[in-house]
């Protein structure tokens, strides 16, 4: 048995011919991380007895069942008495996932990258080991961007489905993006030991919806260790070797960043893959920007625009990762690892660029470059406000959310300049503005600020951007040269009522897979979210796609829980960018009303057919989660000038009449109206000038309006 961890130096002896990269690609919670997790334990980067057992496993799979059956009992349990268990007893198994929000919620939020050495007859080199880099991808539909940049860096994927679940809306979508990219999928069924498994059911839908030979696609379990060493096989032989450029010279060094983080002690470390030469410490590198020629489309041929600075860092260490880091103090052609170079920010090197020696600095710009990367830049499609839970926390929670964004490339942040510039008001006070990929990419970034900061921050509800479409106006008229159409993400920017104007809506096209039984409840929900061009196909007997343009801000207020709901918890999907991408609604701003006082933060854009329901459901939600006061607090919306929906939190009341146990006035009844009267007045001072205390629960109410 061969391990990274003890046989490093056989690194140097992989020629490029040996090196396979490839990822895990899936739907969220289909056992991505599981499934590498065990693929690790095989190639022994998790330790020497991990790899025995492993093994073990191996050779019981290979056997006969009869012969063997002692040998696996004695080795499931050697393996249970060894492994890592969770508070339910089941063992831990996502090795890659060392976010503690991951490993909370049972997620991936961020791709994460191993090497490994397999030992396999494909090997031409004199070691007879192949160099694996195994890319880890979260499956959720928020962190898409991760899952692009994974498979612009490998060369094959494999692709998992749950043998329970089958094919998922994600699943289609991952499917997609590795396909246009051209690369070698291997498909795979994960969890074929659960009881609910239906291997052959899924198999044949899987080669019927994506043409691939039934026979071919491979059966696994993480749980169990069961296919590990097919999966591995798979991929020694049919994922290919990664290209040569034609002018390698087998020294001019050209180092393609996969990836990039900021950690305190060390500064900005890169994720590095070798294409050529080597890299070692004390080497002093340039950054070579790619950039694609303006106008070019993303054909094959298209040459990258490289640009750089005058900027020159010094390699202090470099090595590989297993996932742990191993310090080798070189890497060579082929391989994939760390480098660690005195950079400050990760935006210094971001993904897709290329580290060179400054040296050779003029002649390696002329030379061939990796393809520009097609993917796109990542941009926000939610935008909320972000205030600290305690007055006088501005700067924490600034400088908290900065260093967040050096490793969360996905956050967009927009600084306020203090309190009067800010959008939290008298409530809130200052904030920050930022972007967001999704709902749970919400969730992730307020808990990753309690886990990693100590901090608890109200995120208000958040929003999507429209495009306003300025119309002639005698009433408002608008400066000479402002723009007749612009986009805006903060609805304190909505045009005032009595303006005109067209509101322009962003559109994603949505896929629903889920079982035929709740179609009709899946149509209306749809109907309901003002969804268009409905489509249904058939997946199996059992299971329809569903897939209809639908407003992106009917998608991320809580459909998703409606969906699980209609579909007893059956139902997955999945968004897409739509043709077009807006369309004309006829919406309007809801505005939430507090004591007479607006607060812009519970803000929000509501179609006119359905404004005067929502509004209704936003106010009884605040009465039942604002704390009461010392005053009556009065929730109002308000739409276009008119009050479309009011509630009343009542006042606590002292009782004024009894005092010393005694009735105050004794029978008189004009003594006690004037103490009744002295008490109405002081409650009126205080609602005038008394603030309501706003809790993360009152802004989730106007999030959820259904």
């Known amino acids: 048995m061969v391990s990274i961890l003890d046989d490093v130096s056989i690194l140097d002896q992989i020629p490029l011919e040996d090196v396979r990269n490839f990822c895990f690609i899936a739907h969220v919670d289909h056992g991505k991380s599981s499934l590498a997790s065990r693929v690790l334990e095989l190639t022994g980067n998790l330790g020497r007895d991990a790899q025995q057992v492993a093994h073990g496993f191996t050779s019981a799979d290979s056997a006969n069942e009869d012969s063997t059956s002692d040998a ?22 996502e090795a890659l996932d060392t976010l503690s929000v991951e490993q909370e919620r049972g997620i991936t939020v961020k791709a994460t990258a191993a090497s490994m050495l397999y030992r396999h007859p494909s090997a031409k080199g004199p070691s007879g080991c192949l160099l694996l880099n195994m890319v880890d991808t979260p499956g959720h539909a928020d962190f898409g961007s991760e899952v692009s940049r994974s498979l612009a860096n490998v060369d094959g994927a494999v692709l998992l489905f749950d043998a329970a679940q089958g094919v998922q809306a994600q699943t289609l979508s991952v499917h997609e993006k590795a396909t246009s990219m051209g690369l070698n999928i291997i498909p795979a069924l994960t969890k074929v030991d659960l009881p609910a ?18 026979d071919t696609i491979m059966l696994s379990s993480a749980r169990s260790r069961i296919g590990i060493a097919d999966v591995m096989n798979a991929v020694c032989t049919q994922i290919p070797a990664p290209s040569a450029f034609a002018d390698d010279d087998g020294t001019t060094l050209r180092a ?41 489309t993303e054909s094959e041929d298209r040459k990258p625009n490289p640009k750089y600075g005058k900027d020159t860092y010094s390699v202090q260490e470099s090595g590989v990762v297993t996932p742990n880091r191993i310090r080798t103090g070189t890497l060579g052609r082929g391989q994939m690892g760390y480098v660690v170079a005195g950079l400050r920010d990760p935006r210094q090197a971001k993904s897709g660029s290329v580290l060179v020696r400054s040296s050779e600095l003029p002649e390696v710009a002329e030379m061939d470059m990796p393809k520009a990367s097609m993917l796109a830049a990542t941009k926000s499609v939610l935008y909320a406000s972000v205030h600290p839970m305690e007055a006088g926390g501005f700067d924490e929670l600034a400088s908290a959310v900065d260093r967040l964004a050096l490793n969360d490339t996905g956050l967009e942040v927009q600084k306020t300049s203090g309190a009067s510039n800010s959008d939290g008001g008298p409530f809130l006070g200052p904030g920050l503005r930022v972007g967001f990929q999704g709902l749970l990419h919400v969730e992730v970034f307020r808990q990753r600020l309690l886990d990693e900061f100590d901090l608890e921050a109200i995120v208000t509800p958040p929003k999507v951007p429209y495009t306003i479409r300025y119309l002639p106006s005698t009433k408002y008229k608008r400066p000479d040269d402002a723009p007749t159409e612009e986009t805006i993400e ?13 509101i322009m809506e962003p559109v994603v096209k949505v896929q629903i897979i889920a079982p035929v039984d709740y179609a009709g409840n899946i149509m209306e929900l749809i109907k309901r979210r003002r969804g268009k061009d409905l489509k249904t196909k058939t997946i199996d007997e059992a299971t329809w796609l569903f897939s209809s343009n639908m407003p992106w801000a009917e998608v991320v207020t809580d459909f998703y829980d409606e969906l699980k709901s209609t579909s007893a918890g059956f139902a997955s999907f999945d968004t897409s960018d739509a043709e077009p991408s807006i ?53 109002q919306a308000k739409t276009e000038g008119k009050i479309v929906a009011s509630e009343r939190i009542k006042a606590y009341r002292k009782d004024v009449l009894t005092k010393g146990g005694k009735s105050v006035g004794g029978g008189d009844i004009t003594r006690k109206k004037k103490v009744l009267e002295k008490q109405k007045k002081g409650k009126k001072r205080m609602q005038s000038s ?14 959820s309006r259904s």
């Open 256 to 296: 393609k960043v996969v990836d990039s983080w900021f950690e305190n002690l060390r500064g900005v470390v890169c994720l590095v893959q070798v294409l050529s030469g080597e890299i070692k410490e004390g080497d002093r590198i340039s950054v070579l920007d790619l950039e694609p020629e303006p106008g070019d």
């Open 690 to 703: 008394g603030r309501v205390q706003l809790s993360q629960e009152a802004f989730n109410a106007v999030i």
């Open 490 to 502: 903060d609805l304190n920017l909505w045009p005032p009522h009595g303006a005109r104007f067209k």
């Open 583 to 635: 369309q004309e609604s006829n919406v309007c701003k809801v505005d939430i009303m507090l004591n007479s006082e607006i607060v812009e933060p519970m803000a929000f854009v509501c179609h006119k057919d359905s404004v005067q329901r929502a509004a209704r459901i936003v106010c009884k939600k605040l009465q039942a989660n604002l704390p009461r006061q010392q005053f009556v607090t009065v929730i």
């Open 72 to 93: 696996e009992s004695d080795t499931t349990q050697q393996a249970n008495s060894n492994a890592a268990m969770d508070n339910k007893g089941k063992e831990k198994i």
């Open 197 to 214: 498994a239906r291997p052959v059911d899924i198999a044949l839908v899987v080669s019927e919806l994506f043409d691939y030979d039934p």
